[in-house]
């Protein structure tokens, strides 16, 4: 038997078995336009060609209990990659799966019978207007006129219909937004990177996770979906954090104090020697800002 298929009787095989013992036991139901058996099979395509920041397949870089529980959280939440629904990304030798704002959206139409879902982006000279009501943001008309999408971006709402009809909104000023870009990895702020070339589609991808994730967060159900739901965010934070303590910890840490000549007040090596040769110096200094930022 070859190595892959090994890893997919070690990962793919367990996890079918145990969907299936938990459809069994009743405690998982799939709609019924969803086929886990699709689901799975999309998902192996995909991972045999996913690949880490150092271009190692992640069916190689990954523990195979971390591809297990990577599918096992896509398909307990009833989500397809061939959909766009979430992407498996590797952490060093951890393999997590992360829904993408269409997932979240599926997950929380299915767990909370949510009527739609739709966010709209506010623009400059835009009229907003909106009540306050126990906490909530009731009775939103937002009007716009022609044109105004040239304008400066100022802020994003959500609005889900709930499955008893009534309107659950989540509002964000762009400096909210703008703060939820900024815990992004993906340097927000770079000219080349998708907050700044599509900076619609990310307020409004940004204002509907939040909205979902309050909405799912106040659902009393405790089923193996919402179990999962959370699960699957928790382990992707986790995983981040680790692949980043140990990305610090493999750095030399250097000692200032030894490259500063104490008469001059200069610093001399490795600095003078990395300058000569056209590198760039990248210092790693030991303090507590060098921590995983959490």
């Given amino acids: 038997m070859s190595e892959l298929a090994l890893i ?39 991972l045999q060609e996913t690949k880490d920041k150092n271009g190692k397949p992640a069916l190689q870089a990954c523990t195979k209990d971390s591809i297990a529980n990577s599918l096992l959280d896509m398909v307990v939440q009833g989500l397809n990659p061939a959909k766009k629904q979430g992407y498996f990304i590797p952490y060093g030798s951890t393999l997590s799966f992360q829904r993408s704002y269409f ?9 909370t019978g949510a ?36 304008n400066k971006i100022i802020g994003a709402y959500c609005t889900i219909i709930e499955k008893d009809g009534s309107e659950f909104n989540e509002i964000m000023t762009i400096e909210e937004i703008e703060k939820s870009w900024g815990q992004s990895k993906m ?9 700044k070339k599509f900076p619609q589609e990310m307020a409004k991808r940004t204002v509907i996770n939040r909205a979902c994730k309050k909405l799912m967060n106040t659902s009393d159900d405790n089923s193996l979906v919402m179990t999962h739901f959370q699960k699957s965010d928790e382990a ?15 750095k030399e840490v250097l000692d200032m104090d030894d490259y500063v000549n104490k008469e001059k007040g ?27 930022g959490f």
């Avoid at 997932?103 to 767990?111: E, I, L, P, Q, S």
């Avoid at 340097?187 to 907050?195: A, G, I």
């Fill in 115 to 150: 009527k739609s879902i739709d966010a709209q982006v506010i623009y400059e000279g835009d009229e907003v207007d909106y009540e306050m009501v126990n906490g909530r943001v009731c009775n939103l008309v937002h009007k716009q006129k022609f044109g105004s999408q040239n």
């Fill in 266 to 292: 200069e610093i001399t090596e490795p600095f003078e020697e990395q300058i000569e040769d056209g590198t760039e110096p990248e210092p790693v200094f030991e303090s507590e800002s060098n921590g995983p």
């Fill in 236 to 250: 992707s934070q986790d995983a981040e954090i680790q692949e980043e303590i140990e990305s610090n910890a493999n």
């Fill in 103 to 111: 997932g979240t959206m599926a997950v929380t139409k299915r767990v």
């Fill in 8 to 46: 997919k009787k070690d990962t793919v095989d367990i996890v079918a078995n145990k969907v299936k013992e938990f459809q069994e036991a009743g405690e998982l139901h799939f709609p019924a336009d969803y086929s886990p058996e699709n689901a799975m099979k999309s998902a192996w395509l995909t």
């Fill in 187 to 195: 340097n927000p702020k770079s000219d080349s990177s998708t907050h």
